[in-house]
């Protein structure tokens, strides 16, 4: 599983999960997931951090790379 900071910007910007997933376009059992360090498509990573008001190139501030 991947490791991510979602939970923790989306709770520091008092963003529900229902909110969130109402802004990107997807379900709350998928943002669920995605907090858990489920493994998503980049579309949904892509969706995520429109809603969040962050661009392509900010993607490591949720989702950072693993180091191998």
């Not at 910007?9 to 997931?33: F, H, N, P, Y």
């Not at 892509?46 to 950072?64: M, S």
């Amino acid at each position: 599983m991947d490791s991510n900071r979602l939970r923790q910007v989306r709770e520091s910007r008092l963003i529900s999960k229902a909110e969130l997933a109402r802004k990107a376009g997807i379900s709350q059992l998928t943002i669920a997931r995605v907090e858990k360090g489920v493994a998503c498509r980049q579309e949904t990573k892509r969706k995520i951090l429109a809603a969040l008001g962050l661009g392509p190139r900010e993607k490591e501030k949720i989702f950072p790379q693993r180091s191998s």
